[in-house]
């Protein structure tokens, strides 16, 4: 019974197994979840240094004020 199969087979057809399939979707997914990650993870970071550089300019703006200093 397998011999028929076989040999109704097209020798130029190229099949993927779906193993394959699901190891490539897998491994599409893990780098977009990495990609992404990391784009989260620096932005994060740029998002705390903005907060700190706003932090700082909204003291030395207080302290320029308070102390009537206009120099720049």
């Known amino acids: 019974m ?4 076989d040999r109704n087979r097209d020798p130029h057809k ?7 399939i699901l190891l ?9 979840l990495l990609l ?3 784009f989260v ?7 705390w240094v903005g907060i700190v550089l706003l932090v700082i300019a ?4 207080l302290v320029r004020m308070l102390t009537g200093s206009r120099r720049v």
């Open 24 to 32: 490539i979707v897998i491994a599409i997914i893990a780098i977009i």
């Open 36 to 38: 992404t990650g990391g």
């Open 2 to 5: 397998g011999a028929l199969t």
């Open 14 to 20: 190229k099949e993927f197994p779906t193993m394959n």
């Open 41 to 47: 993870s620096s932005l994060n970071f740029l998002l």
């Open 58 to 61: 909204v003291v030395v703006w």
